[in-house]
Every structure is written in structure tokens, then in C-alpha cells.
T-cell receptor, first 113, second 109 residues
């Protein structure tokens, strides 16, 4: 079974630009969660999508948005990039979210200059 | 507020035993997860506890005390490959995971 894939793996953007990250979950998984990881801060939850609906949302500004398609693939968008958005963005899929184990993708390393 | 606390860094010797503690404070509680993350890699699932007690899985065991808001991960017969960060995450009443900052475990020969 193929794992979770994320594209692109690395990205360099400048302040004010916008970016779209993509995540393809494991086949059969309907829940996709997005996290931001920075050194010393751990994983910060962005949002979770289940069956194309946002089911949970973390404490991030509205510049961070996402969506999920009918094939469970998900995208995350960040508009008006700030220097502080530089981080590793991880996507995790699970069968149905909740108490189910999450499988993480390799992440997208975003650098904002 | 919601909070997960775990030590920033621990050092242990190859072949020894180490216990990584985690205390949590969440709005409601639907279980506690432990994940392992090697440097430059994605986190991988280790354990999930929702009832009090110890769950053993090979060299790794995880313990939960709901009344104390406390969990620990016990690693036995440490190997060099166990050098990694160990992430504790509590699940709140909305089934949202609240993550600790992670404990970096350094194994010395």
C-alpha cells in the first residue's frame, strides 16, 4: 500500500506571495489532517478534513485554508505569506480520524524570504 | 487551556531503560498517543492509550493514568536507532490532537 505523499517537498517563496501544498492520503483513508512543525514548538494543528468537509480547525489565521476533494486528496493554501510561516508542513491521513492512527507524509519544507 | 508537557531532551545509554514522561491538560479526553520522529523524517505511530494502565508492545510500553493526567513511554534494551524525538499527543473532546513539543532522546554507546 502506497504511503502518504506530499508535493512539493521543498518550496521557497517571498513575503506576500501565496502557496498551495498538496497531499494524497493512503488509499481508503477519508481523513486528512494538516500540521505546521517548527523547531521547539512541536506540531501545531491546522485543520482536519473528512469526506470533503472541514471537521476541525486549529488556531491559525484565515490566511491558512484548505480543501478536500472527492478522492480524499487535500490541498492547503497560505495567502499573503509572512516570514513566520517558514516551517515544515505535514499532512497525515487516517481511516476516519479521531482515535484512528495517523500516517504522516514526508512534509513540505516551506521557506519564506 | 489545553497543554501537553514533556521534557525537552533526555540522554540514555545503549542497552539501558528510559522513561519519557508526559503530563496533559485537555478539554475532555479521548486518549493519548505517542509517536516517534527521527530527524528529517515524518512521525510514526507508537501507541494509543485510552484506559488506565500499561500497554506493552515489544521493547516499548506506554502507561496512562487518567486521574493524574499523566502518561509515560518506557523504552527497554535501548538501541542506537532509538535516538529520535518522541511526541506525546492528547485527544480532546472534539477529537482534536494537542501535541507536546517532543522529547529528543539521545542514546550513547
Amino acid at each position: 500500500k502506497a504511503g502518504v505523499t506530499q508535493t512539493p517537498r521543498y518550496l521557497i517563496k517571498t513575503r506576500g506571495q501565496q502557496v498551495t501544498l498538496s497531499c494524497s492520503p493512503i488509499s481508503g483513508h477519508r481523513s486528512v489532517s494538516w500540521y505546521q512543525q517548527t523547531p521547539g514548538q512541536g506540531l501545531q494543528f491546522l485543520f482536519e478534513y473528512f469526506s470533503e468537509t472541514q471537521r476541525n480547525k486549529g488556531n491559525f489565521p484565515g490566511r491558512f485554508s484548505g480543501r478536500q476533494f472527492s478522492n480524499s486528496r487535500s490541498e492547503m493554501n497560505v495567502s499573503t505569506l509572512e516570514l513566520g510561516d517558514s516551517a515544515l508542513y505535514l499532512c497525515a491521513s487516517s481511516l476516519a480520524g479521531g482515535m484512528h492512527e495517523q500516517y504522516f507524509g514526508p512534509g513540505t519544507r516551506l521557506t519564506v524570504t | 487551556g489545553q497543554n501537553i508537557d514533556q521534557p525537552t531532551e533526555m540522554t540514555a545509554t545503549e542497552g539501558a531503560i528510559v522513561q519519557i514522561n508526559c503530563t496533559y491538560q485537555t478539554s475532555g479526553f479521548n486518549g493519548l498517543f505517542w509517536y516517534q520522529q527521527h530527524a528529517g523524517e515524518a512521525p510514526t505511530f507508537l501507541s494509543y492509550n485510552v484506559l488506565d494502565g500499561l500497554e506493552e508492545k515489544g521493547r516499548f510500553s506506554s502507561f496512562l493514568s487518567r486521574s493524574k493526567g499523566y502518561s509515560y513511554l518506557l523504552l527497554k534494551e535501548l538501541q542506537m536507532k532509538d535516538s529520535a524525538s518522541y511526541l506525546c499527543a492528547g485527544m480532546d473532546s472534539n477529537y482534536q490532537l494537542i501535541w507536546g513539543a517532543g522529547t529528543k532522546l539521545i542514546i550513547k554507546p
